[in-house]
């Protein structure tokens, strides 16, 4: 069985442009995590979809974020216009439907830099 | 709210040393905790979690942990470290919505031979 993988592994982008993130959920899971990690500070939650639907956006910091999970399947994050504070590791996650306990399976991170 | 605080940013021990990360949190409902690990270049990974059942939760790779309401902790620990532990590792206690995970900072630990 695939992980959660994401995808870039790594961007470096100046501030002002526009940045999307892609997150592939292993194949089943219906909730779909973003997290991000900023340096030295810990992980925080962004939000939470149930397949298409967003369960939970409180973690979001600001409207330059947009969150997307066309079908229930992949999501996607888009930073526009991204701002330096932006910079840190964002985190995918995805667990089946259930109760609190359930697994949540992580990917690997996407590090962004803005310069 | 809930909350979690892990004591140490840096733990250093010697190959067949005890592993003791510390975890403490604060919650207002019964908590649900995870441990989970970074190794370099990885995504994050389940230790082990607890779900109100037994106190003291197994995990992989010899880590266990053990649940201490009176001491609201719920430290991390090996009784022998390999070289292959150093990672970076994360308590999470669980919102009280059920919805996400709330983080510690991470411990990193490294262990030399």
């Known amino acids: 069985e695939a992980g959660v993988t994401q995808f870039p592994s790594h961007s470096v982008i100046e501030k002002g442009q526009t940045v999307t993130l892609r997150c592939d959920p292993i194949?089943?899971?219906?909730?779909l995590y973003w997290y991000r990690r900023v340096m030295g500070k810990e992980i925080k939650f962004l939000l939470h979809?149930?397949?298409?639907?967003?369960?939970?956006e409180s973690g979001m910091p600001n409207n330059r974020f947009l969150a997307e999970r066309t079908g229930g399947t992949y999501s996607t994050l888009k930073v526009q216009p991204a701002e330096l504070e932006d910079s840190g590791v964002y985190f995918c996650?995805?667990?089946?439907?259930?109760?609190?306990?359930?697994?949540?399976?992580f990917g690997q991170g996407t590090r962004l830099t803005v310069v | 709210a809930q909350s979690v605080t892990q004591l140490g940013s840096h733990v250093s021990v010697s190959e067949g040393a005890l592993v003791l990360l510390r975890c403490n949190y604060s919650?207002?409902?019964?908590?649900?905790l995870f441990w989970y690990v970074q190794y370099p270049n990885q995504g994050l990974q389940l230790l082990l979690k607890?779900?109100?059942?037994?106190?003291l939760v197994k995990g992989i790779n010899g880590f266990e942990a053990e649940f201490k309401k009176s001491e609201t902790s719920f430290h991390l620990t090996k009784p022998s470290a390999h070289m292959s532990d150093a990672a970076e590792y994360f308590c999470?206690?669980?919102?009280?919505?059920?919805?996400?995970?709330?983080f510690g900072k991470g411990t990193t630990l490294s262990v030399s031979s």
């Open positions: 979809f149930v397949k298409e639907s967003k369960q939970d």
């Open positions: 996650a995805s667990s089946r439907a259930g109760t609190k306990n359930t697994e949540a399976f």
């Open positions: 919650s207002s409902v019964p908590p649900y």
């Open positions: 999470a206690v669980m919102n009280q919505a059920g919805t996400a995970l709330i």
């Open positions: 607890y779900t109100s059942a037994a106190t």
């Open positions: 194949s089943g899971h219906d909730n």
